[in-house]
């Protein structure tokens, strides 16, 4: 009876240690976007929650007026290309502005009736290079022209305005549609609006 009594204790002690929550590796350092961290506190610059805003409403807004823009709706697939970015913050990389256009873009690009009308294409310079780097050597790596009547540029403007010695910076972001063939812009997006107060 005594090695039964001196036995229970150690199984009751294997029972809670069983009961204990599994033990966790290191923290992945993971935030959602929308929280601002220690390190984008005091910051000037745009936050990555308002590009990413900024980014869903381009995307909202051209899915929106697709079927009402005139040139899109021609009975040709258009062609749309990376066109400028207009980067007069002083002080955001273009990179950053770069980086969330690529976001609308992979977001439209989810729309089966937006590419039933719009095809996207990457810069000429850019698959030219990937496909001299893969083909054989002497290989055509040249691409076929663009028409003109049928390609518009993604072209979007990116300004900073700061008061106060940069307490408070007022941004705004526009993205339009511009044609090849004549330079007419044939579709804008409202202007993103965001201030910031360190």
């Known amino acids: 009876m005594t090695r039964v009594l001196s036995a229970t204790p150690l199984i009751a002690l294997a029972l809670l240690s069983a009961c204990e929550a599994p033990p966790r590796g290191n923290y992945s350092g993971r ?10 506190v005091g910051d000037h610059r745009i936050s990555v929650t308002s590009l990413s805003e900024a980014s869903d409403q381009v995307a909202e807004q051209l899915s929106a007026d697709l079927n ?3 040139e899109l709706n ?4 258009s062609t749309v290309v990376f066109g400028d970015i207009n980067n007069k913050t002083g002080i955001v990389s273009t990179t950053d502005f770069e980086a969330f256009r690529n976001n609308t873009r992979a ?17 000429r310079s850019r698959v030219e290079q ?17 028409n003109p009547q049928y390609t518009f540029f993604l072209n ?16 705004t972001i ?17 202007p993103y609006e965001v201030k910031q107060a360190p």
Not at 74 to 77: A, K, Q, V
């Open 107 to 123: 977001k439209l690009m989810q729309s089966r009736s937006l590419l039933s009308k719009i095809k996207w294409v990457e810069s």
């Open 31 to 40: 935030v959602d976007q929308t929280t601002k961290t220690k390190a984008e």
């Open 130 to 146: 990937i496909a001299a780097r893969e083909q054989a050597p002497g290989a055509q790596t040249g691409l076929p022209a663009l």
């Open 174 to 190: 526009t993205y339009n549609l511009t044609s090849m063939a004549d330079g007419s812009i044939i579709w804008t997006s409202s």
């Open 156 to 171: 979007g403007d990116m300004y900073r305005v700061e008061r106060n010695n940069e307490k408070v910076n007022y941004y």
């Open 68 to 70: 009402v823009v005139p």
């Open 74 to 77: 021609t009975g040709f697939r």
